[in-house]
């Protein structure tokens, strides 16, 4: 699933104010995120906010969460041993 794909099939974000004046986010459709969290294995082509959706919606069910960076090292010969890309390596 893309991110894209992602977002639409959950509605993105809304943002929900509180009596005090303080803003949450939450998933738009829980319905929907309930159904995807457990069978989505890769978030491909996805923006920083597509991973932040992902968290909040876990973290609105109760689950901890941590999040690292992957980056994927290319030894390609036009970038020799330190290739260092984000996403596909292409040669």
């Known amino acids: 699933m893309t991110g894209n794909d992602f977002q639409d099939y959950i509605g993105g974000l809304t943002e929900i104010k509180g009596e005090d004046g303080t803003v949450t986010q939450k998933i738009a459709n829980m319905k929907n995120f309930r159904r995807v969290?457990?069978?989505?294995?890769?978030?491909?082509?996805?923006?920083?906010?597509?991973?932040?959706?992902?968290?909040?919606?876990?973290?609105?069910?109760?689950?901890?969460?941590?999040?690292?960076?992957?980056?994927?090292?290319?030894?390609?010969?036009?970038q020799g041993r330190r290739g260092l890309l984000h996403g596909h390596c292409r040669h």
Do not use: F, I, N, W
């Not at 920083?48 to 609105?60: A, D, N, Q």
């Open 37 to 78: 969290k457990d069978k989505l294995k890769v978030l491909a082509r996805s923006q920083p906010e597509h991973k932040y959706m992902l968290v909040t919606g876990l973290k609105e069910l109760g689950a901890v969460v941590a999040v690292t960076r992957r980056q994927q090292r290319c030894a390609g010969p036009e």
